[in-house]
């Protein structure tokens, strides 16, 4: 156990008797290490559920890490309290905590043991904290193992369930066997849902803006990122629920926060919404998701280029590296309306004076400032062949408005890039049809279109079954496995619905399905049998994993 934090027990070490100021001072300073300790204390359980269905061991440490420093503040606050009651000196209450910290044993109590076996309320108190946290770990592993040996048995027959298609399946390779990996969880990596507090605020220009999130007790942040990913906010800006993903453009190195750009949208719901949060104001974040990344890894040299606010992955891919002194070249060119619309500019112009690997290239269109002194423009071919030599060679990584992203790949198929080595991320989403139920918003489902297993689909209209929710529903072939979900009222976690960001991930128990966009499935989740919710389609039964 961690000695307590040195400001209040070194200062009593020095006082022999308090006066009534000092006690009162000394009764501030412990309630308020008791509230931090509480804190402390809430905010490493709440980690600690989070980690533990992942089985993220170092998060898992790092919580358990909280909790500990948790109870020891709290605990030092309670006996600060109590010997303030019990009108003992501060040098006395002092040093009784060090022997307590240090296992030695109190001289007059040694012999005198007050309380049963001779246990102080802070034992009592230290080992109920305990027993609730184990309780909870051991809870959740039980509910864990629950469900899966409910799916086992009902994937290989041993139990009764309602869930039997109605028609026979077109199969996955393992038709009525448990697959290999019945009971993991898709690779959503490491899929933290919370709350961060705003903590600043910068606007970048008339219609961009910046917002930092710290963790709500003042920790590190309590998940990980890769440069490139992004999270995704769930917010109720009028009376719906709505979720809206944006990258993180901090790099991964800061651990004690992340920032997201946000560009405001014209009528834009989720955009505008961000713009009018303040500091202090806390968000409902889930994340990090996303496979647009790099580390640095599997080249030696990296080709950002960007549009509008897509520069937002390419910062943090630049941040990260530069954070790391990455000796590779980084060719890093955007592309944007004005000159006033540069986000970032000063800190890319910076950053290039500093790191001679870094070749930044910023063109505008309209450029009002006498002082510009980069191009002007748009990233033309020529502009390209300029700023990066031998750009077939090279790694690409492609982000900005979908006209753009157009232009952008086929000029440089022009210029020879094999398509293989561009990684593309778009920023576009998609909400559902309006007028069409919206499971995830808590809004009804759309009931007359789930159907009980038994009851023949009419002919050319597929069922999709929800091993996990017991559900099934109608999916005729232009509705996607996430709108079936939908309409029944089964949650499927979701943010772009075009296939990329990956939150619909969801395991295929069985049939097959097509998907227009795979963007958002790495090669590993396509040997699981893992697919996108919002892409898969189907003209035949399927179950999956939800
Ligand atoms: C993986 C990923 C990462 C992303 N990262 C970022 C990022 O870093 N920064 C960023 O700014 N964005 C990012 N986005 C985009 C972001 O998620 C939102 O799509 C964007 O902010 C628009 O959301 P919105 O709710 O404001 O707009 P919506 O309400 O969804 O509107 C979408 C578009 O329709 C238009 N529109 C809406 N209502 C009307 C209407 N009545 N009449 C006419 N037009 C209308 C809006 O102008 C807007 O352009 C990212 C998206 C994805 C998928």
């Not at 308020?32 to 402390?40: F, I, K, P, V, Y």
């Not at 051991?138 to 864990?144: G, L, R, T």
């Not at 890894?297 to 549009?307: F, T």
């Not at 020529?382 to 031998?390: S, T």
């Amino acid at each position: 156990m961690r000695p307590p934090r040195k400001e209040l027990y070194p200062s009593m070490i020095e006082l022999a008797e308090t006066t009534p100021e000092q006690s009162a001072e000394l009764e501030r300073r412990a309630r308020a290490r008791m509230l931090a300790g509480a804190a402390l204390m809430a905010s490493g359980v709440e980690r600690l559920n989070s980690a533990t269905p992942d089985e993220d061991l170092t998060a898992m440490k790092e919580a358990a890490e909280r909790t500990r420093e948790g109870v020891v503040q709290f605990e030092s606050g309670v006996a600060t309290l109590q010997a303030l009651a019990n009108d003992t000196a501060p040098r006395d209450i002092a040093l009784a905590w060090f022997r307590t910290n240090m296992g030695l044993l109190p001289p007059a109590d040694a012999r005198n043991p007050h309380g049963f076996i001779g246990l102080t309320a802070f034992h009592y108190f230290t080992m109920l904290v305990l027993a609730v946290v184990t309780a909870t770990l051991i809870w959740m592993n039980f509910s864990k193992m629950r469900r899966a040996q409910t799916l086992v048995a009902r994937l290989t027959g041993g139990a009764q369930s309602a869930v039997t298609p109605a028609a026979p399946v077109v199969s996955l390779a393992q038709p009525a066997q448990v697959p290999p990996n019945a009971t993991d969880t898709p690779s959503k990596p490491n899929s933290w849902t919370g709350l961060l507090r705003v903590a600043r605020i910068f606007e970048e220009t008339s219609n961009v803006r910046t917002l930092r999130l710290v963790d709500l007790t003042g920790n590190e942040l309590p998940f990980r990122h890769l440069p490139g990913q992004f999270v995704t906010f769930t917010v109720k800006p009028i009376d719906q629920t709505i979720r809206r993903s944006y990258t993180i453009a901090s790099s991964p190195t800061r651990r004690d926060y992340c920032e997201v750009t946000i560009k405001r949208e014209e009528k834009g719901t989720v955009s505008s919404f961000l713009h009018h949060v303040h500091e202090g104001d806390t968000l409902q974040v889930t994340g990090p998701s996303g496979i647009f990344t790099f580390i640095g890894e599997g080249a030696n040299s990296i080709v950002l280029i960007s549009g509008g606010v897509g520069i937002t992955p390419m910062m943090s891919v630049l941040r990260f590296l530069t954070d790391r002194s990455w000796a590779g070249d980084i060719f890093f060119v955007h592309g944007c309306k004005s000159d006033q619309d540069v986000i970032y500019q000063q800190e890319l112009e910076y950053l290039q004076r500093r790191y001679p690997n870094l070749h930044l290239t910023i063109a505008a269109n309209e450029v009002a400032s006498a002082g510009w002194t980069h191009s002007r423009g748009s990233i033309t071919q020529e502009l390209l062949a300029q700023a990066v030599p031998h750009i077939q060679t090279r790694r690409i990584h492609l982000c900005g408005p979908p006209g753009m992203m157009a232009a952008m790949k086929s000029t440089l198929a022009e210029m020879g890039v094999p398509a293989d080595q561009i990684k593309s991320e778009v920023f576009i989403g998609r909400e559902r049809p309006v007028g069409a139920a919206d499971g995830a918003s808590g809004l009804s489902p759309a009931a007359p279109t789930a159907v009980p297993a038994e009851t023949a689909a009419p002919p050319g209209v597929a069922v999709a079954t929800f091993a996990r929710s017991k559900r099934t529903a109608l999916m005729p072939p232009n509705k996607t496995v996430l709108e079936a979900a939908e309409d029944i009222g089964v949650n499927i976690e979701y943010s772009c619905r075009v296939g990329v960001c990956g939150l619909c991930k969801v395991k295929l128990l069985s049939g097959a399905v097509t998907m227009d966009v795979q963007e958002g499935l790495s090669a590993q989740d396509k040997e699981d049998s893992i697919i996108l919710a919002c892409q898969a389609k189907s003209a035949a039964d399927v179950s999956v994993d939800a």
